[in-house]
């Protein structure tokens, strides 16, 4: 089955600098790729997402880069602010199977 | 759109003891999935419906059965509680984006 595997699961960085969060995957069969932010608490909530046709998008602050042939994508975060303090998920989906997610990553923005 | 609705939000059990946790979604999706969610593990899937009438095996189904009762409701149960099973669960749903549901918080003591 698939494999996503990400990192780094801890992340600091200062308010106003950039984070880049990496996955991996192992079935090119997966299609879609999502990232998901979880704050303290609360429920994963989808903040951008990819698919497999499409090698970048762009959504104000935040953007994800797919590269097929190395099997990874990124998210990264320009600008950060206190509120992006959370954990992020990425995953992997095969359609009309699961998603599979990464083991997520723990950002902290310092002020 | 009420989306994903997860209910006890929060349970503590016996040893032993069995419960049921539901789960129902009213936007017409076709998948459904039950997650749980322990520190520095990340998402791990127990089970999940592809369509109605049917269930999968996730990556940690021992412990727990589901029934996918509907289209719209997705059910897990754990039959005999046991501490290992203290944990964060989560329902989801999809089609192709998943809608996670606020989570229940189950403490097994």
């Known amino acids: 089955g698939e494999n996503v595997e990400q990192h780094p699961s801890t992340l600091s960085v200062q308010e106003g600098d950039s984070a880049v969060i990496k996955c991996t995957y192992s079935d090119s069969a997966s299609n879609y790729f999502p990232w998901y932010k979880q704050e303290l608490g609360k429920r994963p909530q989808l903040i951008i997402d990819?698919?497999?046709?499409?090698g970048e998008k762009k959504d104000q602050r935040i953007a994800v880069t797919l590269n097929k042939t190395a099997k990874h994508f990124s998210l990264h975060i320009t600008e950060t602010q206190p509120e992006d303090s959370a954990v992020y998920f990425c995953a992997g989906y095969i359609t009309g199977n699961q998603f599979y997610f990464g083991t997520g990553t723990s950002l902290t923005v310092i002020p | 759109n009420a989306g994903v609705t997860q209910t006890p939000k929060f349970q503590v059990l016996k040893t032993g003891q069995s419960m049921t946790l539901q789960c129902a979604q009213d936007m017409n999706h076709n998948s459904m999935y039950w997650y749980r969610q322990d520190p520095g593990m990340g998402l791990r899937l127990i089970y999940y419906s592809a369509s109605e009438g049917t269930t999968d095996k996730g990556e940690v189904p021992n412990g727990y059965n589901v029934s996918r009762l509907n289209k719209r409701e997705f059910s897990l149960r754990l039959e005999s509680a046991a501490p290992s099973q203290t944990s964060v669960y989560f329902c989801?749903?999809?089609?192709?984006?998943?809608?996670f549901g606020q989570g229940t918080r189950l403490t097994v003591v």
């Open positions: 989801a749903s999809s089609d192709t984006e998943a809608f």
């Open positions: 990819i698919r497999s046709n499409v």
